[in-house]
């Protein structure tokens, strides 16, 4: 019974299998799929730039439609140094001349072509040189003080435009550059000996042009001026002596000087040869007032009030110092009163120490002077110290 069941199983597989061949071989062939033309194609980015001379690639462009596609390109204007590989990719030969070159690409597959106008843009710009070879001619310049002066304009090599910077040993503010590089010298620029070092800039970077150009500024034939002395007074006792400074002065050397005048005359004051006022011994007691003069070979100028010599009899007891010990210390330090007689010369001379320190104390202090009086004003005290400072002359 069970071997009776598989065999009709089998029997049951196999009619099965076979009618099963036989729908499939009956079935019509399936339709194939129709091929699509390119479309969407694209570039990211869709421009180059290069420099002259320099090669460069496009990115393989994306793209819709049927693989696989073949690709030509066309430029305008027509350049035959610019291919397009079997990926799409863009490609510029290093022979490519300086220009903008717009460029349509076509796309084929079995489905037919199609043209992308303007797909890609290739810019060539000129290759930029660096500065140089910048020369001056001439390569030096000598002027004067007070005169504005210029170099000429230079020459140099390279990708325009440039631009310029000067710098000057010794340093000065005087010198500078303009955009043509033409160096120019302010009337300010002094007396001196200029080494320029010039720096060319464009877009490809920097060069520097070391002790490129000489300025020499000789000083002006100028007439004295602006004469001074420093400090410009004198303070003598009189029956001393005592010189001025060497004054200063502007203009052409050499230079000589006199006095113009004394106000009020003064044999004792003179004056040397380098301008030096002296005050001699046998001076008057005043105020003098000296006018000096400058020479040189542009001219001769005067300066009025150019000095003051001040010649002071020296403080002496018996004219000052005594009348005023007798006014305000008299009720103390006169012969036969209570304390030291400072009427006397001589006391008062080896004492002005003592007196000094008395007369500055403040009233009501111990030992303050004068006894219970008020103190002495600024200016009596101050001709005390004045008499002590000359001498102590009697």
């Keep these: 019974m069970i071997m009776k069941s598989i065999f009709l199983l089998r029997v049951y597989l196999v009619v099965t299998l076979i009618a099963l061949t036989w729908l499939v071989s009956c079935q019509p062939d399936a339709e194939p799929t129709p091929a699509i033309a390119p479309n969407a194609l694209v570039y990211s980015p869709n421009t180059l730039q290069l420099a002259q001379g320099t090669a460069g690639n496009s990115v393989a462009p994306t793209i819709q439609g049927t693989a696989p596609f073949t690709y030509s390109v066309a430029s305008n204007p027509t350049q035959s140094g610019i291919t397009i590989n079997a990926q799409g990719a863009i490609q510029i030969a290093n022979t490519v001349p300086v220009g903008t070159y717009t460029l349509g690409v076509t796309a084929n597959n079995e489905a037919g072509s199609s043209t992308f106008a303007n797909a890609y843009t290739v810019t060539i710009n000129a290759q930029v040189l660096p500065p140089s070879a910048l020369a001056y001619s001439p390569n030096n310049l000598t002027t004067?003080?007070?005169?504005?002066?210029?170099?000429?304009?230079?020459?140099?090599?390279?990708?325009?435009?440039?631009?310029?910077?000067?710098?000057?040993?010794?340093?000065?503010?005087?010198?500078?550059?303009?955009?043509?590089?033409?160096?120019?010298?302010?009337?300010?620029?002094?007396?001196?000996?200029?080494?320029?070092n010039v720096s060319a800039m464009n877009s490809a970077g920097t060069v520097n042009f070391p002790n490129i150009y000489t300025v020499i500024v000789n000083q002006a034939n100028t007439a004295p001026a602006n004469l001074t002395y420093s400090p410009s007074a004198l303070n003598l006792l009189q029956g001393g002596a005592g010189n001025s400074s060497t004054p200063t002065v502007q203009g052409t050397q050499p230079i000589s000087f006199a006095i113009v005048s004394v106000t009020p005359s003064n044999a004792a004051i003179t004056m040397n040869a380098q301008g030096a006022i002296q005050v001699g011994t046998s001076s008057v007691a005043g105020v003098f007032t000296v006018n000096v003069s400058a020479t040189n070979s542009v001219n001769t100028t005067n300066f009025n009030n150019a000095f003051v010599v001040t010649v002071r009899a020296p403080i002496t007891f018996n004219v000052n110092i005594q009348p005023l010990i007798a006014s305000k210390c008299g009720s103390c330090h006169i012969p036969g009163g209570s304390q030291t007689n400072y009427t006397d010369y001589n006391n008062s001379k080896i004492s002005i120490d003592t007196i000094l320190d008395r007369v500055n104390r403040a009233v009501g202090t111990s030992g303050a002077m004068p006894q219970g009086g008020p103190q002495l004003s600024l200016a009596e005290r101050a001709l005390l110290l004045q008499w002590k400072n000359d001498g102590l002359k009697q």
């Design 144 to 196: 004067i003080e007070g005169i504005v002066a210029n170099s000429a304009t230079p020459t140099i090599s390279g990708t325009a435009p440039f631009t310029y910077n000067v710098t000057a040993s010794p340093a000065t503010g005087g010198i500078t550059i303009n955009s043509q590089g033409v160096i120019n010298v302010a009337n300010v620029t002094v007396k001196g000996t200029y080494v320029l």
